[in-house]
């Protein structure tokens, strides 16, 4: 292999880029969410409608035709996945709005234990040893901030976190055996049924222009981009590889809402995410230089 061969052009290397730059980007969720000053279910309206139609506008730009023609064409598979975004986004919304930001993410950030559990069962790929126990590294740190900062929120908080977690690890296991899923489909997809959702509960247009230009903001801009991000990393990584690069918003989610709101976590937060980084940096860069084969998902 050339050198000097450029890491956009390798298949490895891109999925690492794709993960980490959608990670990056969904980490201002938790701010977000808090600045956007209104109930969970308006939030969650507001955010998923914008979302899916954002993404239908781009999907149907590159494919003309509308989203929900991919149900038709890729089945269960594409209904389930879109399902699973919404179920992601509406569990990770309540638990911001009802515990602290930090219990939040890093439950959320358990997503990597369910992506490798469903990879091993369901689809019989081999999990090397190295992404196991880069799990356990990251899975120490978790446990490092939740002892600072357990007991600051609420029960539903937490199990509404768990519950995005368990979402995310079976959505990017489903990508991954079905690469050939349009990503911007079952993302926008994901969107309308959350709005659905949130429909019932959500008071539209009891905000302040404020909110609504900051959930404009998460709805055409942040979400979409961090979500088609992450999902097109799947076709180049295996599905717990990308659920590892969540552990960033573990990190960066609760500086960010330190940074501008003063919502400050616990102090093993820090030392925690250092651990988490750290070995996030070591599992990768290796990785980056050699770009090893990746064993192809399933396509069925």
Known sequence: MNKHKSLLKTGYSR??????????????????????????????????????????????????????????????????????????????????????????????????????????????????????????????????????????????????ALVAAVAVGGNYTILRRRPKIKRTAVVSLGGFATAALAFFWASPLSLELSSFMVLALMGIVQMPLASVLLAVSTRNLPSPEVSLFLLLEAVLGPFWVWLVIRESPPGLTWLGGLIILGTLTLYFAPALRRDPEVKPAHRV
Request: proline share 2%; with cysteine.
């Open 15 to 160: 999925g690492i880029i794709l993960a980490f730059t959608g990670a990056f980007v969904l980490s201002f969720d938790s701010l977000l969410i808090r600045l956007a000053m209104a109930d969970p279910w308006t939030v969650l309206f507001w955010r998923g409608l914008l979302m899916g139609l954002t993404l239908s506008l781009v999907f149907y730009c590159d494919c003309r035709k509308l989203p929900f023609w991919e149900i038709k064409t890729q089945g269960s598979a594409a209904l389930a996945s879109g399902i699973l975004f919404g179920v992601t986004s509406t569990g990770f919304v309540i638990s911001i709005l009802n515990t602290h930001v930090a219990n939040s993410v890093l439950i959320f950030s358990t997503a990597p234990m369910f992506a490798a559990i469903f990879t091993r069962f369901i689809l019989k790929e081999d999990i090397q040893a190295r992404t196991w126990l880069a799990i356990l590294a990251v899975m120490a740190g978790v446990a490092i901030v939740f002892k600072g900062s357990l007991g600051t929120g609420n029960l539903m908080g937490d199990l509404s």
